[in-house]
């Protein structure tokens, strides 16, 4: 079973990417262009969903589809991802040190992550 499905009881969205390119979103309905222009919010990096929209969780899901798009992590059932603010929290358990550091690096990776906490995720 996969990361998204695992953790987040879904399967890859079609299009989804790790990292998408941000929706615009309306603040308010406008008639004018450049009201438009004015009204439009960016989504910040940490809560961008696997197709670009806003997701509370989108972190924490992009990183679970870098991990199910990596050959050697895509199998580890042991382990969990969450997110506070930009940064990712990984909770469990891995098989080895090497295991830990691969997951890690794919983490920081994802645009908008900031830190990786392994303090609560056991070796061996």
Do not use: C, H
């Not at 987040?8 to 929706?23: E, L, R, S, Y």
């Not at 004015?38 to 989108?58: A, C, F, H, V, W």
């Not at 991990?67 to 580890?76: A, G, P, V, Y």
């Amino acid at each position: 079973m996969g990361w998204l499905k695992r953790l987040f009881g879904m399967g890859k969205p079609k299009d989804a990417k790790v990292n998408p390119t941000p929706q615009q979103t309306q603040a308010a309905p406008s008639t004018s262009t450049a009201q438009a222009s004015k009204t439009t919010q960016t989504i910040p990096p940490e809560r961008l969903g696997l197709n670009g929209e806003y997701d509370q969780s989108g972190l924490a899901k992009r990183v679970a589809l870098a991990f199910d798009e990596d050959n050697e992590l895509d199998d580890i059932d042991t382990l969990w991802v969450a997110q506070t603010s930009s940064t990712v929290v990984l909770k469990g358990s891995v098989p080895s040190q090497d295991i830990l550091n691969k997951m890690v690096s794919v983490a920081k990776k994802v645009n908008g992550a900031s830190n990786v906490d392994t303090n609560q995720v056991t070796v061996g």
